[in-house]
């Protein structure tokens, strides 16, 4: 289900509070630009410091600005499971597609705590589950052996794999089998990823360059692997660019530039400083994207 070109979508903001007008025309920009999943409420769309009423206000506007022309992936994951249950809940009940559950952050739970929270929210929500491993941001490692243990759940369909290393994702697609979606959270490892059998990325990138990672990823989809290395390699600069920083502050200053959205973001995030933005808007203007 949750395959091809997918944007981790930032959350735009005016003044404090959720840019309402910048979100649609950010959705109706991936619309028209071929990406196939948008994945609101994840770490690019700032979750952490979106309120809980923001969370479901970010859902609603994306699930309607999208009007069922692409899927969407709501991020509502969270370090406390009752949390999670009632957040996957509302974007059930709201018409997203799928949701997407971050691994639960500073609690560090062992394997089987892992397993039993993820298994707790797919037996209480009736939606496609999309499992989420970044162990960076989290301090906790989603290993391949549980991940296998909760593929054998009917909604838990797929993980979007962020741990870096590819040896980890080749297992887990040994493991669980074609059926499973294995999607990159990095768009510099998304196509030897797919290559090892991933089905799709969801993209930082694809907040600025949404075709050309559109046409990057379904080129590895289809197999045409020397189209889609030429492409991966015209696109490696931008993909750095966007970790100048830490995410999303890169990437919402580019959108700024371009014209997109503000590029208020909150603290604890601040904005680049003027050095790096220089450094930034030389690459865009390199990709003509200003």
């Known amino acids: 289900m949750f395959k091809g070109s997918m944007v981790a979508l930032v959350t735009p903001f005016k003044k404090g509070k959720v840019d309402e007008e910048g979100l649609c025309s950010l959705v109706e920009f991936h619309v028209e630009n071929g990406t196939d999943v948008i ?3 994840g770490t690019t769309g700032e979750s952490a410091t979106l309120s809980f009423e923001e969370h479901q206000q970010v859902v609603d506007i994306t699930v309607k600005a999208a009007g069922g022309r692409v899927y969407i992936l709501a991020g509502t994951g969270s370090n406390n499971t009752e949390e999670a249950i009632l957040l996957t809940e509302y974007a059930r009940k709201t018409g997203a597609t799928g949701c997407l559950l971050i691994t639960p952050y500073y609690n560090r739970p062992t394997q089987e705590g892992l397993f039993l929270h993820f298994k ?4 209480e929500v009736d939606i496609p589950l999309i499992l989420y491993n970044v162990p960076a941001r989290t301090g906790v490692n989603l290993l391949p052996e549980t991940v296998e243990k909760l593929s054998g759940l009917e909604n838990i369909i797929g993980i979007k794999e962020a741990s870096g290393s590819l040896a ?3 297992e887990i697609v040994n493991r669980c089998g074609d059926g499973f979606d294995v999607i990159s959270g990095d768009d510099v490892n998304a196509l030897p990823m797919m290559a090892v059998g991933g089905k799709g990325l969801i993209s930082v990138t694809a907040n600025i360059a949404p075709k050309e990672i559109s046409r990057m990823v379904h080129a590895a989809g289809e197999g045409r692997f020397d189209e ?5 390699h015209q696109l490696l600069q931008l993909h750095n660019a966007m970790f100048l920083q830490t995410n999303p502050i890169p990437v919402k200053t580019a959108l700024s530039m371009m014209g997109k959205i503000s590029s208020e973001m909150r603290l604890p995030l601040c904005s680049m400083p003027t050095d790096m933005a220089e450094k930034l808007k030389d690459v865009l203007s390199d990709y003509n994207l200003i």
């Open 228 to 232: 889609a290395r030429k492409l991966h």
């Open 120 to 123: 707790k929210i797919a037996e």
């Open 39 to 41: 994945c609101p409420c």
């Open 168 to 170: 980890q994702a080749s």
